[in-house]
């Protein structure tokens, strides 16, 4: 069992045929802000191994897995061994720069551990994808040989996905963007770009506090771009966008999409075209 679709995609990439792997959260339902439904408890009760991102993301579990009482049930912390950003302003950037207070996350899911988007940065998923093929080797020790593999191979495409950032983005340092989901301050460290963001979730309402805040940023940053999420029609965006004679972009955060394990070279893919173009 995996909790929410990259957690789904890395884990059917390292499992193969080996393993029967299932999503909790569907595609399309927002991660942040699910609540645990009665036909979860069976899911977790019948499962072998629960693969999560970790860093406070899925937190609302807790209760859940504590309720299924499955004593053999092997959880994966994908993020383990990964240092978070704080979710305030990432260590890249002074704070000023980066107008989300914490207080702006009022869900109930625990984001003190950091901001736990790490699984949009191409490198940190290298050591998402260890921790998933440990796990299952922990859970299903005769399969290890196909689970070290099948995880090798995947890792080799995550590092050339890398050096196909690495190669674009370099040529645009320091380029600025604003988002309105506090999504990207790890792709942003990696690749030398900065993550503005707004407001900390894509469906936090924008207050007109929001909109003077985003104006200013623009204003101060010589901001590049405006990113919405695709799939959300925001009129507000698309009237501050012209506004601030920018383009608004859909940049993916990969929480929907296709369950095939290679879906996320394409979105991440077209994630590089839309930073280049906007950054150029």
């Known amino acids: 069992m995996t909790t929410f679709l990259p957690m789904y995609l890395f884990t059917k990439a390292v499992a193969g045929d080996e393993a029967e792997v299932q999503v909790l959260i569907p595609p399309g339902t927002e991660v942040h802000e699910y609540q645990s439904k009665p036909g ?5 009760a019948q499962a072998d191994v629960l693969v999560e991102n ?18 053999k049930l092997v959880v994966v912390d994908a993020s383990q061994g990964i240092a978070p950003l704080d979710q305030v302003a990432s260590e890249h950037e002074p704070e000023a720069a980066n107008p989300i207070e914490s207080s702006a996350n009022p869900d109930h899911h625990d984001h003190a551990a950091g901001n736990p988007h790490v699984w949009l940065d191409p490198v940190l998923v290298q050591q998402q994808v260890a921790n998933i093929r440990d796990g299952l080797i922990q859970a299903d020790p005769k399969n290890k040989t196909t689970y070290q593999a099948n995880a090798a191979a995947y890792i080799q495409q995550l590092k050339t996905l890398d050096q196909q950032f690495r190669q674009t983005l370099q040529q ?17 460290q990696r690749y030398g770009l900065k993550q503005v963001a707004v407001v900390e979730l894509p469906e936090d309402n924008l207050s007109p506090t929001d909109v003077q805040k985003a104006i200013a940023t623009v204003k101060q940053y010589k ?17 501050l966008a012209q506004d601030l004679k920018l383009t608004l972009r859909p940049l993916d955060s990969l929480e929907a999409g296709s369950l095939d394990p290679q879906y996320y070279f394409t ?13 150029q």
């Open 223 to 239: 901001v590049k771009a405006l990113f919405g999420e695709p799939g959300t029609d925001n009129k507000l965006l698309q009237s």
């Open 172 to 188: 645009y340092p320091n380029c600025t963007f604003v988002t309105f989901h506090n999504a990207y301050p790890y792709l942003a």
């Open 54 to 71: 970790g860093l406070g993301l899925e937190s609302f579990l807790r209760d859940t897995i504590k309720s299924a009482e499955n004593s």
């Open 267 to 279: 979105a991440m893919n077209q994630n590089l075209q839309t930073l280049k173009a906007a950054c």
């Open 40 to 44: 979860d408890v069976q899911a977790i």
